[in-house]
């Protein structure tokens, strides 16, 4: 095995690791800690006033050692663990006052499965039980809170690499550590990860032999002028809408945890996400309609709102007042999560039940917020002025009423057994004309879309432990006090969305620019600056660069808040053109790259592979817009239009999807999980649309030449973008240039196999 391939394999296991690490401690804040103060700690914690049992359920230590009956848990056990046998009542009773819902049985029995993840810190000197937040701390010291302040360029040594200011702030951290960077990628390297990067499908031959003549006359400019090029392609909003489709959990579902049922108007967000990339829509401006959309913005605008209104609307089994209030909770929980990790990178969620335990959010923060979308509802919003729905409903009234009017003279004829009188076959064919003139004069259905409407002003009270049977004092809406200050304004206009959408998107907010030139940097390099995108807080990883994070954003909102213009700073500098090579003596100082010395190697994700493949054979349809597919392996439309559901299993695009780590839209998405498991290369291997895409390969490739070396190279500069070697070619004449094996089942030729080994590379599949 390769050096390479040793250390790609290294490193997703790596990545893999702190991914899951990470998400399931959030996991745990969010589920299990509210889970368990609510149900247990008033027997089974400090602060309990007797200690039940001698069990302590407030500390994971605690929990693992037991009380008087033993361990509680034995992570990775749920079968062996008393916990889960105690609230299944299999063992004991707990709680004792009723079984838990099946639900938070099944989370308790999955965090145990999980190795029972708690945060390995406790909160820092700045969150104190006793006292409450150091709020001069978090505003002044810890990273994402301070102020954002442009800074001045670093000083480096080699004057010569750095293309732009974001050249000079990498070089300067590498040559702390007495390290040099990469040198370039090759030329025709380059185009095909520009392409991949923008467009999510790869340059054509011709596209790269263009690239690769001008960048021998001016590197720099060649590669100016191909981004800028790519950028203005509709293709760069497919691309790049499906990034922040990961953020907003988008789904083709009405909601509920498994969106049980379809929505049929889900994809008319999509595209409105797509086209606002395209027209490179102003982020603050993308925020607030998103948020606010149909208050603030003309009336198609509500679309946007799905953002919010797409995700999980929890409904009760039940009609008890618990039941309905938990499916409310839940809704809040989603809206709130979305919003604190998707804009700001913050776990507000955390203090749904308490007071956040390590980041400045205490529990009447989040109910302040909470209360703003406590006084919304998701509905279907006609797209067009008031008096063109009244316009139609007027007339499709009128068809329906005299549509009943036939059947009631029909049925009192029928009724008297006799036939028709002339004056009643008279009346019966004046209304069959009417109805017909009726119906063909009967205006379009107009369009609508699910979205966010207000239903309301009020401020909600805190929900004790989370409950919201269990009213504390009444929370004002406002935003959170770490950003707006001890006294933030109290927000009076409707729900308060249009307050909180300025709120989020303002010049002054630290935290907002910060996270989105964060995922834009992530899905550049693979990594991003901070990586924990989603988690800003005390328990998220410092930025590697943190004067080049500042310089980003503070540049970034001067740019009136361009992700266009962000991508041409990132991908002209010399950072972003560094071959992804190994090097012996980097590796050994900085094997996980942190200091940035050279691109990562990444594999694609399944759009971009499948959308890529299609293209390599001319197979794509690159139309945009429209209706999902449920079934996407039948069609020859780009990924992004595939029908997904939250369950993972309701449409017959999910199972593909899901297999090449297509993540569950269950909440919001900072990475996408990266594995390598057998079933990935079965499919590569066996399954028929990759027969299917070999066959029209290997067609496309013998029409073009009667020369098997003419075909191999063809092969080759459409796949790789580059020449196969020496070697390459004289192994594929080799194992052409033996007799057909093909079977009486799929009846494959030797250049049907060769292809579909092609197709199915590595090579292929990674983005250099």
Not at 361 to 389: E, K, M
Not at 450 to 460: E, K, P, R, V
Not at 748 to 763: D, F, G, H, I, P
Request: charged share 25%; hydrophobic share 35%.
């Amino acid at each position: 095995m390769s050096r390479l391939s040793t250390f790609l394999i290294f490193s997703l296991l790596l990545t893999g690791i702190a991914y899951a690490q990470t998400e399931d401690v959030e996991f745990f804040e969010a589920k299990i800690r509210p889970l368990l103060a609510e149900h247990c700690y008033s027997c089974h914690s400090a602060k309990a006033e007797k200690l039940q049992a001698g069990l302590y359920l407030d500390r994971r230590d605690a929990i693992v050692k037991g009380g008087e009956s033993g361990p509680a848990v034995v992570p990775g056990k749920p079968a062996e663990s008393l916990l889960i046998k105690a609230v299944r009542y299999q063992e004991y009773e707990m709680p004792p006052d009723g079984k838990l819902p099946d639900a938070e049985i099944g989370l308790l029995t999955k965090w145990v499965e999980l190795g029972a993840p708690w945060p390995n810190a406790e909160p820092s000197a700045a969150v104190s039980r006793e006292t409450g937040y150091d709020w001069d701390y978090f505003r002044n010291e810890h990273w994402s809170f301070v102020p954002v302040k442009k800074p001045g360029q670093p000083i480096v040594q080699q004057m010569t690499w750095p293309r732009n200011e974001i050249d000079a702030f990498v070089l300067a951290r590498l040559e702390s550590k007495q390290l040099v960077p990469n040198p370039p990628a090759p030329a025709q390297l380059l185009a095909r990860r520009i392409y991949l990067d923008l467009l999510g499908i790869p340059p054509t031959p011709a596209q790269v032999a263009d690239f690769v003549a001008a960048a021998e006359m001016d590197r720099q400019g060649a590669t100016t002028q191909l981004v800028n090029e790519l950028l203005e392609s509709p293709h760069y909003g497919q691309r790049w809408g499906r990034h922040w489709l990961d953020v907003a959990r988008f789904s083709d579902g009405y909601g509920g945890f498994l969106d049980n049922d379809v929505n049929t108007q889900a994809w008319r967000y999509r595209d409105w996400v797509v086209a606002a990339f395209n027209d490179d829509m102003p982020y603050n401006e993308f925020i607030k309609l998103q948020i606010a959309g149909d208050l603030i913005g003309p009336r198609e605008q509500a679309v946007a709102t799905g953002f919010f209104s797409l995700g999980p609307t929890y409904r009760s089994d039940g009609g008890d007042p618990d039941s309905v209030a938990q499916a409310m909770s839940e809704t809040l929980d989603d809206r709130m999560d979305t919003m604190s990790r998707g804009f700001l990178g913050l776990t507000a969620a955390c203090a749904r039940c308490h007071d956040h335990k390590f980041d400045p959010i205490p529990q009447q923060d989040y109910y302040s917020l909470a209360g703003i979308f406590n006084n919304t509802q998701s509905r279907d919003t006609p797209l067009v002025p008031d008096d063109v729905v009244k316009a139609y409903d007027d007339h499709q009234q009128s068809i329906n009423e005299l549509t009943k009017g036939i059947g009631d003279l029909q049925n009192a004829v029928k009724q008297q057994n006799r036939e028709a009188t002339d004056d009643e076959a008279k009346r019966l064919a004046e209304m069959r004309t009417k109805l017909d003139e009726l119906k063909k004069t009967a205006p379009p259905k107009y369009e609508f879309v699910h979205a966010l409407a207000d239903t309301g002003s009020q401020d909600m009270p805190i929900a004790l432990r989370g409950n919201l049977r269990k009213p504390g004092d009444v929370a004002p809406r406002r935003f959170l006090r770490i950003l707006a200050g001890d006294a933030p304004q109290h927000f009076s206009q409707g729900s308060g969305r249009v307050e909180l959408a300025e709120a989020i998107a303002s010049d002054d907010n630290p935290l907002t620019a910060r996270v989105l030139v964060n995922r834009v940097w992530q899905h550049h390099f693979g990594n991003a600056l901070v990586r924990s995108p989603s988690n800003f807080g005390t328990l998220g990883e410092k930025p590697t660069h943190p004067l080049l994070l500042d310089w980003l954003a503070a540049t970034f909102v001067e740019s009136d808040w361009s992700i266009k213009q962000l991508h041409r700073r990132i991908m002209t500098s010399a950072t972003y053109q560094m071959s992804s090579d190994y090097s012996e003596v980097s590796f050994a100082a900085d094997g996980d790259n942190r200091m940035i010395w050279r691109m990562n190697p990444r594999r694609m994700d399944v759009e971009t592979w499948r959308d890529s493949l299609l293209f390599i054979t001319g197979e794509l349809d690159q139309t945009p817009g429209g209706p999902s597919i449920e079934n996407i392996q039948a069609s020859s439309r780009r990924t992004l239009y595939a029908k997904v559901s939250r369950n993972g299993d309701q449409f017959a695009s999910d199972e593909f999807l899901r297999l090449f780590d297509f993540p569950l839209m269950r909440a919001t998405v900072a990475n996408r999980p990266n594995s390598i498991v057998p079933q990935q290369f079965l499919f590569a291997m066996n399954s028929t649309f990759m027969v299917d895409r070999a066959k029209v390969l290997a067609k496309s490739l013998q029409s073009e030449s009667e020369s098997d070396e003419s075909r191999i190279r063809s092969a080759y500069l459409r796949l790789y973008g580059r020449e196969p070697t020496g070697d390459e070619r004289q192994l594929a004449l080799d194992y052409l240039r033996q007799p057909d094996t093909g079977t009486s089942n799929d009846d494959l030729s030797r250049w049907t196999q060769y292809a579909q080994v092609l197709l199915s590379s590595n090579e292929f599949m990674y983005v250099r």
